[in-house]
T-cell receptor, first 113, second 115 residues
Framework: NAGVTQTPKFQVLKTGQSMTLQCAQDMNHNSMYWYRQDPGMGLRLIYYSASEGTTDKGEVPNGYNVSRLNKREFSLRLESAAPSQTSVYFC????????????FGPGTRLTVL | AQSVTQPDIHITVSEGASLELRCNYSYGATPYLFWYVQSPGQGLQLLLKYFSGDTLVQGIKGFEAEFKRSQSSFNLRKPSVHWSDAAEYFCAVGRQSGTASKLTFGTGTRLQVTL
């Protein structure tokens, strides 16, 4: 039981390049989330998916798109990366049966040059 | 709108000493409250949570937290700190949003433990 997994662990991009961050969970959770973590700012919600087939914007959605591929997988895409998107990205999942407690993946450290 | 304040950016304690990390929240209804810990280069691990009932909650690794509605606080405590507790600690307040939960995190408190 791996919990929440994320790939890649590290990535370096040049400004304007695109990439997709992958997230998968094996806990049969309905809801999934993407956060970014920047120094001194805690975690901020980018997008979330309450259930398969739905996605909603969080606090900082600009410059990102998401896809809930199926119940297990939730991807985050940067279409044209900018230096301001240099951050550590975390995926999380939750379910009402676990009182909506969010469980986090190990993170992806992204640097945009 | 919900918000969380962790007033201490950095705390240093000696191994074996007691610890209290402060968390104050702002939320209109009864909140869901969480404490997470993050070791360097790692993801967030849930320490404990409060949803309802007993206001003193026990977590993993010997941590506990007390919900005080009158003070809008949810402070984290440990009676005797171990060197392995050095990490960053995040308090979060959550609310239901349809079938999902939406968390608002504090900015974190970095704990350093001296031997």
């Amino acid at each position: 039981n791996a919990g929440v997994t994320q790939t890649p662990k590290f990535q370096v991009l040049k400004t304007g390049q695109s990439m997709t961050l992958q997230c998968a969970q094996d806990m049969n959770h309905n809801s999934m989330y993407w956060y970014r973590q920047d120094p001194g700012m805690g975690l901020r919600l980018i997008y979330y998916s309450a259930s398969e087939g739905t996605t909603d914007k969080g606090e900082v959605p600009n410059g990102y798109n998401v896809s809930r591929l199926n119940k297990r997988e939730f991807s985050l895409r940067l279409e044209s990366a900018a230096p301001s998107q240099t951050s550590v990205y975390f995926c999380a999942s939750s379910d009402k049966l676990s009182w909506n407690t969010q469980y986090f993946g190990p993170g992806t450290r992204l640097t945009v040059l | 709108a919900q918000s969380v304040t962790q007033p201490d950016i950095h705390i240093t304690v000696s191994e074996g000493a007691s610890l209290e990390l402060r968390c104050n929240y702002s939320y209109g209804a009864t909140p869901y409250l969480f404490w997470y810990v993050q070791s360097p280069g790692q993801g967030l691990q849930l320490l404990l949570k409060y949803f309802s009932g007993d206001t003193l909650v026990q977590g993993i690794k010997g941590f506990e937290a007390e919900f005080k509605r009158s003070q809008s606080s949810f402070n984290l405590r440990k009676p005797s700190v171990h060197w392995s507790d050095a990490a960053e600690y995040f308090c979060a307040v959550g609310r239901q949003s349809g079938t999902a939960s939406k968390l608002t995190f504090g900015t974190g408190t970095r704990l350093q433990v001296t031997l």
